[in-house]
Structures are given as structure tokens and as C-alpha cells.
């Protein structure tokens, strides 16, 4: 399985932008980024997913390096309710195994 | 997004009991569907991935024979944990997908279960 290295805890101030970084340097042509946040005693929440083109929606943006062995999730004001832990997976080629590995846990100072 | 419900939210059972966690997909159909475990503090653990109408895939180290997945539908999964032993406490979490490469997962509530 490809795996993924994420620094272990980051800080951020409310309001300003965090970058999220996750490498894959072991990435195969097909595997799809996903990105996920996990808040204490729930499951995890879907944030945003892409191939090779940087990605956009309404939670955050997705920047995936030119070698798609690394990639960068933008959250582009914090807020306190964006305090979790973010998990950056990859899909293999046919959809199996949603492996999981440590994260990064995010926290919000006001 | 997409809702995956999962039941019950948490149960006690005694110790040599059978639990059983369901998990449903309500407005999409799910080819396959993860059950993970998460002890305190830890990560997800993959426990074994089902798609619909087959048996589930086990990841190493987890026993098949004492942790029953059934997909029988595109909507449906359950996770039964046979002779419940304190060392089974956990929370356990469900996510499901549709189609294959491209689509994202969608989890449950999660599950917290406590054997006494």
C-alpha cells in the first residue's frame, strides 16, 4: 500500500491560513489524495479529494505538487471549529484499502 | 454530502456477549464498505474492507470468525463482535463508498462499544 507521512501536530491562530502538508513519495499513477478530519468521539468528515490538478471546493483547497509526491491542504481562514486531526490517504486503483495513518493534529488559538 | 448512519451509538454488553453495528448508506449505494477500530488517542485501523454480495477481506491479524461482517445489500453492513471480551472495547467507525476510483468515503457516527 502507498503510504503517507504527515507532521504530527500544527498550530494556527484563528483566522489566518493553515497548510497542511502530506508526502507520498511512493504514489502510483492512479491513487487519488484524499483528505479527512476527524473531531474528538466522531467519525470522520470528508474535506476534499483530487488526482493531479489543484482542487477547490467550499471547505478548503487541495495543492498537489507537479510529481504528485507530496500535497498541501489549504484551509484558507481558520476557524476554531477546523481544530481536529487531518488524515491524508491514498485510494488505490480500485477503490480498496482506506488505510489510515497517523495524521496531523490541527489546533485553533483565538 | 453523502450520510452514512450507524447503530447504535455506543453499547455495554457483558463479557461473552454478541454485539451487533450496523451501518447504512441512506441516499447512495455502497459498493464497498470499511470497518475501522479506534483505540484512545490512536488512529483509524483498517479492519477489513466488504463490496456487496462477497465476503469481506480481512486485514492481518484481525480474527473473521470472531468479527462478522455482513454486506448483503448496496445500503447495508453489519459488524457483529462474537464473545465480546473487554480488550474488544472500542470505538468502531463504518464508511462507505460508491463506485470505485474517484468517489470519496463517507463515515459514520461511530460506535462505542464497552464490554464488562
Known amino acids: 500500500d502507498a503510504k503517507t507521512t504527515q507532521p504530527n501536530s500544527m498550530e494556527s491562530n484563528e483566522e489566518e491560513p493553515v497548510h497542511l502538508p502530506c508526502n507520498h513519495s511512493?504514489?502510483?499513477?492512479?491513487?487519488?489524495i484524499h483528505w479527512y478530519r476527524q473531531l474528538p468521539s466522531q467519525g470522520p468528515e470528508y474535506v476534499i479529494h483530487?488526482?493531479?490538478s489543484n482542487v477547490n471546493n467550499r471547505m478548503a483547497s487541495l495543492a498537489i505538487a507537479e510529481d504528485r509526491k507530496s500535497s498541501t491542504l489549504i484551509l484558507h481562514r481558520a476557524t476554531l471549529r477546523d481544530a481536529a486531526v487531518y488524515y491524508c490517504i491514498l485510494n488505490d486503483n480500485y477503490g480498496q484499502n482506506f488505510v489510515f495513518g497517523p495524521g496531523t493534529r490541527l489546533s485553533v488559538l483565538p | 454530502g453523502a450520510v452514512v448512519s450507524q447503530h447504535p451509538s455506543r453499547v455495554i454488553c457483558k463479557s461473552g456477549t454478541s454485539v451487533k453495528i450496523e451501518c447504512r448508506s441512506l441516499?447512495?449505494?455502497?459498493?464497498?464498505m470499511f470497518w475501522y477500530r479506534q483505540f484512545p488517542k490512536q488512529s483509524l485501523m483498517l479492519m477489513a474492507t466488504?463490496?456487496?454480495?462477497?465476503?469481506?477481506?480481512?486485514e492481518q491479524g484481525v480474527e473473521k470468525d470472531k468479527f462478522l461482517i455482513n454486506h448483503a445489500s448496496l445500503t447495508l453492513s453489519t459488524l457483529t463482535v462474537t464473545s465480546a471480551h473487554p480488550e474488544d472495547s472500542s470505538f468502531y467507525i463504518c464508511?462507505?463508498?460508491?463506485?470505485?476510483?474517484?468517489?470519496?468515503?463517507?463515515f459514520g457516527q461511530g460506535t462505542r462499544l464497552t464490554v464488562v
Open positions: 441516499d447512495f449505494q455502497a459498493t464497498t
Open positions: 483530487g488526482l493531479t
Open positions: 511512493t504514489i502510483s499513477g492512479t491513487d487519488y
Open positions: 464508511s462507505a463508498k460508491s463506485g470505485s476510483l474517484n468517489t470519496e468515503a463517507f
Open positions: 466488504s463490496n456487496e454480495g462477497s465476503k469481506a477481506t480481512y
